[in-house]
């Protein structure tokens, strides 16, 4: 390592295994085939529009709308409250209490019509009748069409051993020392960065690394259901170059492998990008 680099190491390893096409290996030839980045790219494009969408979606919930107090308090365990919490309930206090009496002043009155309206002994007779045939219709169509593995269910059950352990450990233990504000801006500000890097392709790399360590968490959290398991699929994906089809990644990377391989630190501990005489 101290002649060579780690570097050298990881381009022989390259050559052995991924870059022999005549199969002398003892895995043949099964990882030698390659697949032009140009194939994936609009898998890539998607993949960072999801994630710049899962954030703009989160501002549009009031993620960043601190007055209203926390929006992501459901990710921690019962009784645990987030650092500034009580200060943001104070604030947002009077702001929504005139809105809230006048909206169930609004809905008592609404109650009082729709009571008095449905009144009638035809109506209840209508109602259990539409009752019978909605539960004779859905008890049907759940042994005729009833799903083998329902997808959309999370991978790990929020109140499960899994999810709790994280919960507690991790959530409770520390994000819940970090003012909630801090915490949903951070959220929000890693998704939609790691949206437009992974769409531009600019470090894509990196972009990728970052999208699996989030689905890591949500999943470890109980909020990833198995059909959002694409998400980590399609970044180890982007992960093999993709960003240089059409992608920043064009110019950037060759930019920053110069500069770091000019550094002293590179030059000290071998660990240069690529051949340093490139």
């Not at 993949?47 to 601190?66: A, D, P, Q, S, T």
């Not at 008095?116 to 209508?126: F, K, L, P, R, Y």
């Not at 997808?151 to 999810?163: E, R």
């Not at 170059?241 to 770091?260: H, I």
Request: proline share 2%.
């Amino acid at each position: 390592l101290n002649i060579a680099g780690v570097n050298q190491v990881w381009e022989y390893l390259k050559h052995e295994f991924l870059d022999m096409t005549t199969g002398r290996t003892f895995i043949g030839g099964f990882v030698s085939h390659k697949v032009r980045a140009y194939w994936p790219l609009l898998l890539r494009m998607w993949l960072g529009l999801m994630w710049v969408m899962e954030g703009v979606n989160k501002i549009g919930e009031g993620w960043l709308k601190f007055s209203l107090g926390s929006k992501s308090g459901w990710m921690f365990s019962a009784g645990v409250v987030q650092k500034g919490i009580a200060d943001a309930a104070s604030a947002a206090s009077g702001e929504w209490a005139a809105d809230a009496t006048a909206a169930a002043s609004g809905a008592v009155e609404a109650a009082a019509e729709a009571v008095t309206a449905a009144s009638g002994e035809w109506a209840a007779d209508a109602a259990t009748a539409a009752s019978g045939a909605a539960e004779a219709v859905a008890e049907g169509a759940g042994k005729a069409l009833g799903k083998v593995w329902d997808l959309t269910k999370p991978i790990f059950d929020f109140n499960g051993p899994v999810s709790t352990w994280f919960r507690t450990t991790f959530m409770d233990g520390m994000f819940a020392h970090l003012h909630f504000a801090v915490f949903q801006t951070m959220i929000v500000v890693m998704e939609i960065l790691i949206g437009l890097a992974l769409f531009g392709g600019c470090f894509t790399w990196l972009a990728a690394v970052a999208s699996i360590g989030m689905c890591i968490v949500f999943t470890l959290s109980g909020m990833f259901a198995w059909d959002q398991l694409w998400f980590v699929f399609a970044a180890i994906l982007c992960m093999g170059g993709l960003g240089r089809a059409f992608g920043l990644d064009y110019w950037v990377v060759p930019f920053f492998k110069r500069w770091w391989n000019g550094t002293k630190f590179a030059r000290k501990t071998y660990l240069y990008a690529d051949d340093p005489t490139k």
